[in-house]
């Protein structure tokens, strides 16, 4: 089995003003891959992973979870997931170390050396009451009980927040690590750099409607980048304007500056044959696909 999450015309309504926070959402995920659920707080994010866990019910349409309906078979989809909540309330009386043993005990499969490994590799002392913890040594343990069992799916929402960025990049490399063992991981994130840096494939969320899905590597190949040559020699605007892919030039005294929308091989091409003393390029980012979605730029 590839497909991980099935969803399929999902949507959900609230009240009595029948206000949608979720509509007709059709969606895939496959065994294997980190996929980022992008969009601002209130796009639908958040509910959408309780629809998925079956916390709330649909509207319409269905969820099915490692080929589970999750409306029938909840507690097995539990099971086999491992999920951090957006806002994870923890005992404060209880430490660390209690906390991992007491997840444990609930959990099957829960591997409570792999655990403290984690511990060690995100810097968290397990020995502090959960009250003493800081926003992001909470969300650290919030990671590692959701990994400690090593599920097939991990569900993370708003993972990061509170991460320095240090431990931004360890938790990164445990991600990929999951993915590597064949671990699929579904990320909701409004974080930008932190989903392009992970992220097999996104999905961009605008007011309850999934708007775009795409490998992360195709959609920055769509966008624009502005590169700019540096030489001696004078620059002949015309004939760069004529490049493949070249939208726009702007020359200037030992310059010229290029924004190319696709492949750049072209531009490369052209400035072999000048002397080109220096080059650099402001690469395209996630952040460009965001406001193409949510601004009219």
């Known amino acids: 089995m590839n497909t ?3 969803i399929q015309n999902l949507s959900k309504r609230y009240g009595r003003r ?81 906390t991992l043993h007491y997840m444990a005990d609930l959990r099957p499969g829960a591997d409570i050396a792999y655990a403290y490994k984690l511990a060690e590799r995100l810097s968290l002392n397990l020995d502090q009451h959960a009250r003493e913890y800081s926003t992001g040594n909470k969300r650290k343990l919030g990671i590692i009980q959701a990994m400690m069992h090593r599920p097939d799916l991990l569900i993370l929402d708003e993972p990061t927040t509170g991460l320095d960025p240090l431990v931004r990049r360890t938790f990164n490399d445990l991600l990929r690590e999951a993915r590597d063992r064949g671990q ?14 992970v992220c097999d494939r996104v999905g961009v969320l605008k007011d309850g409607r999934l708007q775009r899905v795409a490998y992360v590597s195709e959609l920055k190949n769509n966008l624009t980048r502005i590169v700019t040559f540096f030489s001696t020699v004078p620059f002949h605007i015309a004939e760069w ?53 949510y601004t009219h730029e």
């Open 4 to 6: 991980v999450i099935d």
């Open 18 to 98: 029948n206000r949608h926070a979720l509509e007709d959402l059709t969606l895939t995920v496959q065994r294997g891959e980190i996929f980022g659920y992008l969009g601002p707080n209130g796009a639908g994010k958040t509910t959408t992973i309780r629809l998925m866990l079956d916390f709330v019910r649909p509207t319409s349409g269905s969820v099915h979870v490692l080929g589970m309906d999750v409306s029938t078979q909840s507690v097995a989809v539990r099971r086999e997931v491992g999920f951090l909540p957006g806002e994870l309330a923890l005992w404060d009386h209880m430490t660390g170390h209690e």
């Open 184 to 197: 699929t991981v579904f990320i909701s994130s409004h974080i930008l750099s932190e989903v392009e840096a």
């Open 241 to 293: 304007e004529a490049l493949e892919n070249v939208k726009r030039a702007e020359c200037g005294s030992g310059y010229i500056r290029l924004h190319v929308t696709g492949s750049v091989d072209a531009v490369v091409k052209h400035a072999a044959g000048y002397a080109i003393d220096d080059m650099t390029v402001d690469a395209a980012g996630l952040e460009q696909v965001f406001m193409k979605f």
